[in-house]
Protein backbone atom coordinates (compact mmCIF):
# COMPACT_ATOMS: atom_id res chain seq x y z
CA UNK A 1 0.00 0.00 0.00
CA UNK A 2 1.16 3.48 -0.93
CA UNK A 3 2.09 6.41 1.86
CA UNK A 4 -0.47 8.48 0.14
CA UNK A 5 -3.51 5.70 0.35
CA UNK A 6 -2.64 5.31 4.03
CA UNK A 7 -2.64 9.15 4.88
CA UNK A 8 -6.07 8.78 3.19
CA UNK A 9 -7.14 6.09 4.89
CA UNK A 10 -6.38 7.67 8.25
CA UNK A 11 -8.40 11.08 6.91
CA UNK A 12 -11.17 8.62 6.76
CA UNK A 13 -10.50 7.87 10.34
CA UNK A 14 -10.33 11.45 11.19
CA UNK A 15 -13.46 12.69 9.68
CA UNK A 16 -15.35 9.60 11.29
CA UNK A 17 -13.76 9.71 14.89
CA UNK A 18 -14.19 14.26 14.32
CA UNK A 19 -17.93 13.82 13.59
CA UNK A 20 -18.36 11.75 16.87
CA UNK A 21 -16.65 14.16 19.13
CA UNK A 22 -18.80 17.27 17.15
CA UNK A 23 -21.87 15.71 17.52
CA UNK A 24 -21.53 13.92 20.82
CA UNK A 25 -19.30 16.64 22.96
CA UNK A 26 -19.54 19.70 21.27
CA UNK A 27 -23.33 19.68 20.95
CA UNK A 28 -24.72 17.07 23.11
CA UNK A 29 -22.46 17.01 25.95
CA UNK A 30 -21.04 20.55 26.14
CA UNK A 31 -23.17 22.61 24.33
CA UNK A 32 -20.96 25.08 22.87
CA UNK A 33 -22.93 27.18 20.69
CA UNK A 34 -25.05 27.83 23.43
CA UNK A 35 -22.29 28.20 26.09
CA UNK A 36 -20.82 32.19 26.14
CA UNK A 37 -17.43 31.14 27.08
CA UNK A 38 -17.23 29.05 24.42
CA UNK A 39 -17.17 31.76 21.85
CA UNK A 40 -13.82 32.18 20.88
CA UNK A 41 -13.38 28.06 20.29
CA UNK A 42 -16.47 28.33 18.41
CA UNK A 43 -14.21 30.86 15.83
CA UNK A 44 -11.45 28.49 16.11
CA UNK A 45 -13.37 25.57 15.41
CA UNK A 46 -14.85 27.54 12.23
CA UNK A 47 -11.87 28.45 10.70
CA UNK A 48 -10.27 24.80 11.12
CA UNK A 49 -13.60 23.11 9.65
CA UNK A 50 -13.24 25.32 7.00
CA UNK A 51 -9.84 23.85 6.53
CA UNK A 52 -10.74 20.48 7.10
CA UNK A 53 -13.21 20.87 4.41
CA UNK A 54 -10.75 22.06 1.83
CA UNK A 55 -8.48 19.12 2.30
CA UNK A 56 -11.33 16.38 2.52
CA UNK A 57 -12.25 17.43 -0.56
CA UNK A 58 -9.13 18.47 -2.29
CA UNK A 59 -7.50 15.18 -1.60
CA UNK A 60 -10.39 13.27 -1.86
CA UNK A 61 -9.92 13.21 -5.66
CA UNK A 62 -6.80 15.21 -6.83
CA UNK A 63 -3.10 14.47 -6.24
CA UNK A 64 -1.73 18.45 -5.72
CA UNK A 65 1.42 18.98 -8.09
CA UNK A 66 3.80 21.20 -8.55
CA UNK A 67 3.28 24.64 -6.49
CA UNK A 68 -0.35 23.20 -5.55
CA UNK A 69 2.03 20.81 -3.04
CA UNK A 70 3.40 23.71 -1.09
CA UNK A 71 0.37 25.41 -0.83
CA UNK A 72 -1.04 22.23 0.95
CA UNK A 73 1.83 22.37 3.20
CA UNK A 74 1.27 26.30 4.14
CA UNK A 75 -2.28 24.52 4.73
CA UNK A 76 -0.87 22.00 7.12
CA UNK A 77 1.19 24.74 8.97
CA UNK A 78 -1.78 26.70 9.58
CA UNK A 79 -3.89 23.66 10.63
CA UNK A 80 -1.42 22.84 13.42
CA UNK A 81 -0.88 26.05 14.72
CA UNK A 82 -4.62 26.53 15.15
CA UNK A 83 -5.11 22.67 16.74
CA UNK A 84 -2.55 24.39 19.43
CA UNK A 85 -4.44 27.26 19.89
CA UNK A 86 -7.53 25.31 20.68
CA UNK A 87 -5.78 23.06 23.07
CA UNK A 88 -4.88 26.56 25.01
CA UNK A 89 -8.32 28.72 24.35
CA UNK A 90 -9.81 24.90 25.74
CA UNK A 91 -7.90 24.59 29.14
CA UNK A 92 -8.47 28.35 29.45
CA UNK A 93 -12.40 28.13 29.17
CA UNK A 94 -14.26 24.68 30.35
CA UNK A 95 -13.11 21.44 32.16
CA UNK A 96 -12.92 18.88 29.26
CA UNK A 97 -14.80 15.72 30.37
CA UNK A 98 -12.30 12.53 30.33
CA UNK A 99 -13.81 11.08 27.00
CA UNK A 100 -13.58 14.55 25.20
CA UNK A 101 -9.90 15.08 26.30
CA UNK A 102 -8.89 11.26 25.19
CA UNK A 103 -10.85 12.10 21.89
CA UNK A 104 -8.93 14.96 21.22
CA UNK A 105 -5.53 13.68 22.04
CA UNK A 106 -6.20 10.69 19.07
CA UNK A 107 -7.33 12.89 16.73
CA UNK A 108 -4.27 14.97 17.50
CA UNK A 109 -1.78 11.90 16.77
CA UNK A 110 -3.75 10.41 13.99
CA UNK A 111 -3.70 14.30 12.85
CA UNK A 112 -0.34 14.73 12.63
CA UNK A 113 0.07 11.11 11.16
CA UNK A 114 -1.75 11.73 8.09
CA UNK A 115 0.12 15.08 7.64
CA UNK A 116 3.46 13.67 7.61
CA UNK A 117 2.29 11.15 5.27
CA UNK A 118 1.45 13.65 3.35
CA UNK A 119 4.23 15.71 3.48
CA UNK A 120 6.38 13.03 2.36
CA UNK A 121 4.68 13.18 -1.04
CA UNK A 122 5.51 16.61 -1.17
CA UNK A 123 8.62 16.66 -3.48
CA UNK A 124 7.89 13.92 -5.88
CA UNK A 125 4.66 16.77 -6.38
CA UNK A 126 6.29 19.33 -6.81
CA UNK A 127 9.02 17.69 -9.66
CA UNK A 128 5.78 17.64 -11.63
CA UNK A 129 3.77 20.79 -13.71
CA UNK A 130 1.21 22.75 -11.49
CA UNK A 131 -2.18 21.34 -11.29
CA UNK A 132 -4.84 19.96 -9.83
CA UNK A 133 -4.33 16.13 -10.84
CA UNK A 134 -7.70 13.94 -11.01
CA UNK A 135 -7.01 10.82 -8.92
CA UNK A 136 -9.85 8.63 -7.26
CA UNK A 137 -9.84 5.99 -4.93
CA UNK A 138 -13.00 4.35 -5.03
CA UNK A 139 -15.12 4.32 -1.90
CA UNK A 140 -12.61 5.99 0.19
CA UNK A 141 -12.71 9.37 -2.59
CA UNK A 142 -16.31 9.31 -1.98
CA UNK A 143 -16.40 9.18 1.89
CA UNK A 144 -14.12 11.58 1.95
CA UNK A 145 -15.92 13.79 -0.26
CA UNK A 146 -18.88 13.70 1.93
CA UNK A 147 -16.72 14.04 5.54
CA UNK A 148 -15.63 17.40 3.54
CA UNK A 149 -18.92 18.61 2.95
CA UNK A 150 -19.87 17.26 6.23
CA UNK A 151 -17.00 19.56 8.42
CA UNK A 152 -18.02 22.61 5.72
CA UNK A 153 -21.56 22.40 7.35
CA UNK A 154 -20.21 21.87 10.71
CA UNK A 155 -17.67 24.97 10.57
CA UNK A 156 -20.87 27.46 8.84
CA UNK A 157 -22.74 26.32 12.38
CA UNK A 158 -19.84 27.04 14.49
CA UNK A 159 -19.05 30.31 12.81
CA UNK A 160 -23.07 31.32 13.29
CA UNK A 161 -22.96 30.04 16.64
CA UNK A 162 -20.00 32.44 17.42
CA UNK A 163 -21.72 35.58 15.98
CA UNK A 164 -24.55 35.03 17.63
CA UNK A 165 -23.43 34.93 20.94
CA UNK A 166 -21.31 37.60 20.09
CA UNK A 167 -24.28 39.91 19.60
CA UNK A 168 -25.48 38.65 22.43
CA UNK A 169 -22.67 38.93 24.30
CA UNK A 170 -22.98 43.01 23.19
CA UNK A 171 -26.28 43.16 24.28
CA UNK A 172 -26.11 42.11 28.05
CA UNK A 173 -23.16 44.34 28.18
CA UNK A 174 -25.56 47.42 26.81
CA UNK A 175 -27.94 45.96 29.19
CA UNK A 176 -25.98 46.50 31.90
CA UNK A 177 -24.56 49.65 30.76
CA UNK A 178 -28.20 51.40 30.71
CA UNK A 179 -29.01 49.04 34.18
CA UNK A 180 -31.87 46.86 32.67
CA UNK A 181 -31.61 42.85 33.78
CA UNK A 182 -28.83 43.73 36.30
CA UNK A 183 -29.77 41.44 39.32
CA UNK A 184 -29.16 43.28 42.57
CA UNK A 185 -28.39 40.72 45.64
CA UNK A 186 -28.22 43.57 48.38
CA UNK A 187 -27.50 47.16 49.38
CA UNK A 188 -24.72 46.21 50.77
CA UNK A 189 -21.45 44.23 49.53
CA UNK A 190 -20.53 41.04 51.19
CA UNK A 191 -18.38 38.80 50.85
CA UNK A 192 -19.56 35.03 49.38
CA UNK A 193 -18.56 31.82 48.28
CA UNK A 194 -19.18 30.20 45.78
CA UNK A 195 -19.04 26.34 44.67
CA UNK A 196 -19.93 24.77 41.86
CA UNK A 197 -18.90 28.38 40.02
CA UNK A 198 -17.52 26.79 36.81
CA UNK A 199 -20.62 24.69 35.42
CA UNK A 200 -23.47 26.13 33.85
CA UNK A 201 -25.57 28.12 36.54
CA UNK A 202 -22.82 28.95 38.54
CA UNK A 203 -21.32 30.48 36.12
CA UNK A 204 -24.21 32.78 35.36
CA UNK A 205 -24.23 33.41 39.11
CA UNK A 206 -20.53 34.59 39.49
CA UNK A 207 -20.83 36.85 36.51
CA UNK A 208 -23.95 38.49 38.19
CA UNK A 209 -22.66 38.62 41.55
CA UNK A 210 -19.34 40.41 39.78
CA UNK A 211 -21.44 43.40 38.06
CA UNK A 212 -23.22 43.67 41.52
CA UNK A 213 -20.23 44.61 43.18
CA UNK A 214 -20.07 41.41 45.59
CA UNK A 215 -16.60 39.97 46.45
CA UNK A 216 -16.64 36.25 45.34
CA UNK A 217 -14.28 33.40 46.46
CA UNK A 218 -14.42 30.06 44.40
CA UNK A 219 -13.87 26.37 45.85
CA UNK A 220 -13.55 24.55 42.47
CA UNK A 221 -11.12 21.62 41.43
CA UNK A 222 -9.12 23.46 38.61
CA UNK A 223 -8.42 27.15 40.45
CA UNK A 224 -6.46 27.97 37.77
CA UNK A 225 -9.04 27.76 34.52
CA UNK A 226 -11.93 29.25 36.99
CA UNK A 227 -9.23 32.02 37.23
CA UNK A 228 -8.91 32.02 33.73
CA UNK A 229 -12.78 31.61 33.40
CA UNK A 230 -13.36 34.56 35.44
CA UNK A 231 -10.76 36.96 34.36
CA UNK A 232 -8.86 36.74 37.77
CA UNK A 233 -11.98 38.71 38.75
CA UNK A 234 -12.46 36.09 41.79
CA UNK A 235 -10.54 34.44 44.17
CA UNK A 236 -9.88 30.59 43.70
CA UNK A 237 -9.20 27.78 46.55
CA UNK A 238 -9.01 24.42 45.74
CA UNK A 239 -10.31 23.08 49.44
CA UNK A 240 -11.46 24.70 52.34
CA UNK A 241 -8.33 24.27 54.01
CA UNK A 242 -7.38 27.07 52.10
CA UNK A 243 -9.10 29.40 53.72
CA UNK A 244 -8.19 30.56 57.31
CA UNK A 245 -10.47 30.39 59.97
CA UNK A 246 -10.32 34.41 60.13
CA UNK A 247 -11.33 35.37 57.10
CA UNK A 248 -15.09 36.86 56.72
CA UNK A 249 -17.52 34.64 54.49
CA UNK A 250 -21.14 36.83 55.01
CA UNK A 251 -22.63 34.29 52.31
CA UNK A 252 -22.27 31.03 50.81
CA UNK A 253 -23.78 29.30 47.73
CA UNK A 254 -23.79 25.82 47.37
CA UNK A 255 -24.07 24.32 43.74
CA UNK A 256 -21.28 21.66 43.73
CA UNK A 257 -22.16 18.15 42.57
CA UNK A 258 -21.45 15.95 39.64
CA UNK A 259 -24.16 15.34 37.19
CA UNK A 260 -26.76 13.39 37.87
CA UNK A 261 -27.52 11.99 34.40
CA UNK A 262 -25.03 9.93 32.93
CA UNK A 263 -23.39 6.56 33.44
CA UNK A 264 -25.59 3.92 34.81
CA UNK A 265 -25.93 4.17 38.82
CA UNK A 266 -23.58 1.69 40.18
CA UNK A 267 -22.81 1.75 43.41
CA UNK A 268 -19.48 3.43 42.53
CA UNK A 269 -21.59 5.95 40.89
CA UNK A 270 -23.84 6.92 43.61
CA UNK A 271 -20.39 6.85 45.43
CA UNK A 272 -19.23 9.63 43.56
CA UNK A 273 -22.20 11.38 43.53
CA UNK A 274 -22.81 11.53 47.35
CA UNK A 275 -19.14 12.49 47.91
CA UNK A 276 -19.86 15.60 45.01
CA UNK A 277 -23.09 16.67 46.65
CA UNK A 278 -23.06 15.08 50.72
CA UNK A 279 -19.14 15.62 51.43
CA UNK A 280 -18.21 18.59 50.37
CA UNK A 281 -21.21 20.04 51.45
CA UNK A 282 -20.19 18.42 55.02
CA UNK A 283 -16.70 20.22 54.75
CA UNK A 284 -18.02 23.89 53.62
CA UNK A 285 -20.33 23.29 56.97
CA UNK A 286 -17.35 22.06 58.90
CA UNK A 287 -15.31 25.03 57.97
CA UNK A 288 -18.45 27.28 59.18
CA UNK A 289 -17.88 25.55 62.68
CA UNK A 290 -14.48 26.63 62.52
CA UNK A 291 -15.20 30.29 61.28
CA UNK A 292 -14.51 33.40 63.76
CA UNK A 293 -16.99 35.12 61.57
CA UNK A 294 -19.99 32.94 60.80
CA UNK A 295 -21.85 33.42 57.40
CA UNK A 296 -25.60 35.04 57.60
CA UNK A 297 -26.86 32.83 55.13
CA UNK A 298 -25.97 29.52 53.18
CA UNK A 299 -28.16 28.67 50.07
CA UNK A 300 -27.98 25.39 49.50
CA UNK A 301 -28.32 23.44 46.20
CA UNK A 302 -30.83 20.25 46.07
CA UNK A 303 -33.21 19.43 43.35
CA UNK A 304 -36.97 18.14 42.72
CA UNK A 305 -35.84 14.39 43.05
CA UNK A 306 -36.63 14.73 46.74
CA UNK A 307 -40.04 14.02 45.72
CA UNK A 308 -38.99 10.59 44.12
CA UNK A 309 -41.39 9.91 41.22
CA UNK A 310 -44.98 10.56 41.17
CA UNK A 311 -47.77 8.15 39.61
CA UNK A 312 -48.48 8.54 35.89
CA UNK A 313 -51.61 10.29 35.05
CA UNK A 314 -51.57 11.99 38.90
CA UNK A 315 -50.87 15.77 38.33
CA UNK A 316 -51.52 17.03 41.67
CA UNK A 317 -48.90 19.90 42.20
CA UNK A 318 -46.47 18.92 45.12
CA UNK A 319 -45.56 21.62 47.43
CA UNK A 320 -42.70 21.91 49.73
CA UNK A 321 -44.09 19.96 52.31
CA UNK A 322 -44.39 16.69 50.22
CA UNK A 323 -43.02 13.90 51.71
CA UNK A 324 -39.64 12.07 50.19
CA UNK A 325 -39.56 8.57 48.75
CA UNK A 326 -37.07 5.25 49.31
CA UNK A 327 -35.73 5.45 46.11
CA UNK A 328 -31.91 6.67 45.20
CA UNK A 329 -32.43 10.17 43.79
CA UNK A 330 -34.82 11.09 46.52
CA UNK A 331 -32.16 9.73 49.36
CA UNK A 332 -29.56 11.78 47.44
CA UNK A 333 -31.67 14.80 47.85
CA UNK A 334 -32.43 14.24 51.71
CA UNK A 335 -28.98 13.82 52.36
CA UNK A 336 -27.51 16.38 50.74
CA UNK A 337 -29.99 18.94 52.17
CA UNK A 338 -29.54 17.11 55.58
CA UNK A 339 -25.51 17.95 55.41
CA UNK A 340 -26.44 21.23 54.62
CA UNK A 341 -29.06 21.99 57.62
CA UNK A 342 -26.34 21.03 59.69
CA UNK A 343 -24.98 24.40 59.26
CA UNK A 344 -27.98 26.11 61.15
CA UNK A 345 -26.54 24.64 64.53
CA UNK A 346 -23.67 27.32 64.10
CA UNK A 347 -26.54 30.59 63.63
CA UNK A 348 -26.30 30.22 60.22
CA UNK A 349 -29.96 30.71 58.05
CA UNK A 350 -29.74 27.60 55.64
CA UNK A 351 -32.18 27.38 52.86
CA UNK A 352 -32.39 24.06 50.26
CA UNK A 353 -33.28 25.38 46.27
CA UNK A 354 -34.63 22.31 44.75
CA UNK A 355 -34.16 22.82 41.14
CA UNK A 356 -36.19 21.75 38.50
CA UNK A 357 -34.84 20.90 35.11
CA UNK A 358 -33.26 24.59 34.45
CA UNK A 359 -33.62 26.10 30.60
CA UNK A 360 -30.78 27.68 29.54
CA UNK A 361 -27.98 28.34 26.89
CA UNK A 362 -26.19 25.54 28.28
CA UNK A 363 -27.33 22.31 30.77
CA UNK A 364 -30.40 19.68 29.41
CA UNK A 365 -32.12 21.89 26.78
CA UNK A 366 -29.50 20.92 23.95
CA UNK A 367 -29.97 17.53 23.73
CA UNK A 368 -33.97 17.59 24.06
CA UNK A 369 -34.11 19.97 21.34
CA UNK A 370 -31.59 18.24 19.18
CA UNK A 371 -34.10 15.64 17.78
CA UNK A 372 -36.97 17.75 17.47
CA UNK A 373 -34.43 20.31 15.69
CA UNK A 374 -34.03 17.41 13.33
CA UNK A 375 -37.55 16.64 12.88
CA UNK A 376 -37.83 13.68 14.59
CA UNK A 377 -39.06 14.39 18.37
CA UNK A 378 -42.52 13.37 19.71
CA UNK A 379 -43.37 11.60 22.77
CA UNK A 380 -41.05 9.54 24.65
CA UNK A 381 -42.20 6.56 26.62
CA UNK A 382 -45.60 7.67 25.89
CA UNK A 383 -45.32 11.62 26.73
CA UNK A 384 -47.75 11.66 30.10
CA UNK A 385 -45.07 12.29 32.20
CA UNK A 386 -45.07 15.43 33.89
CA UNK A 387 -41.89 18.18 33.04
CA UNK A 388 -41.36 20.76 36.42
CA UNK A 389 -38.77 23.42 34.81
CA UNK A 390 -37.63 26.51 35.45
CA UNK A 391 -36.20 29.23 33.01
CA UNK A 392 -31.90 30.04 34.27
CA UNK A 393 -32.83 34.05 34.40
CA UNK A 394 -35.91 33.13 37.37
CA UNK A 395 -33.73 30.99 39.24
CA UNK A 396 -30.90 33.66 39.75
CA UNK A 397 -33.69 35.90 40.23
CA UNK A 398 -35.67 33.82 43.26
CA UNK A 399 -31.60 33.01 44.12
CA UNK A 400 -31.00 37.15 44.48
CA UNK A 401 -34.70 36.94 46.02
CA UNK A 402 -33.68 34.58 48.75
CA UNK A 403 -30.50 36.76 49.27
CA UNK A 404 -32.30 40.01 49.67
CA UNK A 405 -34.88 38.63 51.96
CA UNK A 406 -32.30 37.13 54.36
CA UNK A 407 -30.99 40.51 54.21
CA UNK A 408 -33.62 42.50 55.17
CA UNK A 409 -34.48 40.86 58.61
CA UNK A 410 -36.88 38.21 56.76
CA UNK A 411 -37.02 34.59 58.01
CA UNK A 412 -36.67 32.11 55.43
CA UNK A 413 -37.86 28.51 55.13
CA UNK A 414 -35.67 25.81 54.95
CA UNK A 415 -36.58 24.39 51.53
CA UNK A 416 -38.18 26.03 47.74
CA UNK A 417 -39.14 24.29 44.87
CA UNK A 418 -37.08 26.15 42.23
CA UNK A 419 -39.91 25.37 39.58
CA UNK A 420 -41.98 27.53 36.88
CA UNK A 421 -45.58 28.14 37.70
CA UNK A 422 -46.51 26.00 34.71
CA UNK A 423 -46.30 22.18 34.30
CA UNK A 424 -46.49 20.41 31.52
CA UNK A 425 -45.90 16.85 29.77
CA UNK A 426 -43.26 15.73 27.74
CA UNK A 427 -45.21 15.34 24.55
CA UNK A 428 -46.50 18.96 25.79
CA UNK A 429 -42.79 20.57 25.84
CA UNK A 430 -42.03 18.33 23.17
CA UNK A 431 -44.73 20.23 20.92
CA UNK A 432 -44.21 23.47 22.07
CA UNK A 433 -40.41 23.26 20.86
CA UNK A 434 -41.50 22.05 17.47
CA UNK A 435 -44.12 24.81 17.01
CA UNK A 436 -41.40 27.46 17.69
CA UNK A 437 -38.54 25.98 15.41
CA UNK A 438 -40.91 24.93 12.69
CA UNK A 439 -40.73 21.08 12.76
CA UNK A 440 -43.05 17.97 12.83
CA UNK A 441 -43.34 16.49 16.50
CA UNK A 442 -44.93 12.96 15.75
CA UNK A 443 -41.83 10.42 16.24
CA UNK A 444 -42.65 8.52 19.49
CA UNK A 445 -39.86 7.17 21.21
CA UNK A 446 -40.50 3.85 23.49
CA UNK A 447 -39.24 4.04 26.69
CA UNK A 448 -37.73 0.61 26.83
CA UNK A 449 -34.32 0.94 24.99
CA UNK A 450 -34.06 4.27 27.94
CA UNK A 451 -34.75 1.64 30.61
CA UNK A 452 -32.64 -1.03 29.61
CA UNK A 453 -29.41 1.34 29.17
CA UNK A 454 -29.72 3.84 32.09
CA UNK A 455 -31.65 1.19 34.57
CA UNK A 456 -32.97 3.11 37.59
CA UNK A 457 -31.33 6.27 36.50
CA UNK A 458 -33.73 5.80 33.41
CA UNK A 459 -36.82 7.33 35.75
CA UNK A 460 -35.12 11.15 35.56
CA UNK A 461 -36.39 10.59 31.76
CA UNK A 462 -39.30 8.57 31.77
CA UNK A 463 -41.22 9.73 35.14
CA UNK A 464 -42.17 12.85 36.53
CA UNK A 465 -43.58 14.94 39.10
CA UNK A 466 -46.10 17.77 39.16
CA UNK A 467 -43.83 20.33 41.52
CA UNK A 468 -45.30 23.98 42.39
CA UNK A 469 -43.45 26.83 43.90
CA UNK A 470 -45.56 27.53 46.63
CA UNK A 471 -43.03 29.53 49.00
CA UNK A 472 -41.70 31.70 46.02
CA UNK A 473 -45.08 32.86 45.17
CA UNK A 474 -46.63 33.05 48.65
CA UNK A 475 -43.63 35.76 49.29
CA UNK A 476 -44.65 37.51 46.51
CA UNK A 477 -41.76 36.36 43.75
CA UNK A 478 -43.05 37.51 40.14
CA UNK A 479 -41.57 34.84 37.65
CA UNK A 480 -40.32 36.39 34.10
CA UNK A 481 -40.72 32.98 32.29
CA UNK A 482 -43.69 31.39 34.00
CA UNK A 483 -44.81 29.78 30.82
CA UNK A 484 -43.39 27.36 28.43
CA UNK A 485 -44.09 28.90 25.35
CA UNK A 486 -42.43 32.19 26.44
CA UNK A 487 -38.85 30.75 28.02
CA UNK A 488 -38.26 28.56 24.87
CA UNK A 489 -39.14 31.60 22.37
CA UNK A 490 -36.91 33.38 24.20
CA UNK A 491 -34.07 31.05 24.57
CA UNK A 492 -34.80 30.43 21.08
CA UNK A 493 -34.22 33.77 20.20
CA UNK A 494 -30.96 33.90 21.44
Known amino acids: MSTHKLALQLMAAQGALGAFDTLYHHELTEALPQRASARRELGIHAVRALIYSVLFLGLSAWAWHGMWALALLAVFGVEIVLTLWDFVVEDRTRLLPATERVTHTVLAMNGGAFIALLALNTPAWLAQPT??????????SVFLAACGVGVGLSGVRDALAAAALGRAERAAARADGDGAGALVFGARKESVLVTGATGFIGQRLVAALLRDGQRVTVLTRSPKQAAWLFNGAVRCVDSMDALAPSERIDVVINLAGARILGWRWTAARKAALR???????????????????????????????????????????????????????????????????????????VACMRFGMVLGEQGALAP???????????????????????????????????????????????????????????????????????????????????????GEQADLLLEGQTVAPVRLLEEGFQFRYPALRGALAALLAK
Not at 287 to 314: C, F, N, T
Not at 420 to 432: G, L, Y
Request: charged residues 15%.
Open 131 to 140: ALVWQTHGWL
Open 368 to 454: MLLPIKLGVGGPMGGGRQRMSWIHVDDLLRALAHLWRTNAEGGALREAYNFTAPEQVSQAAFSRTAASLLGRPCFVPAPGWPVRLLL
Open 275 to 349: RSRVALTGRVVAWIGKAEHKPRLMLSASAIGYYGVQAMGDTTPLAEHAPPQPVFMSQLCQEWEAAAQAAQAHGVQ
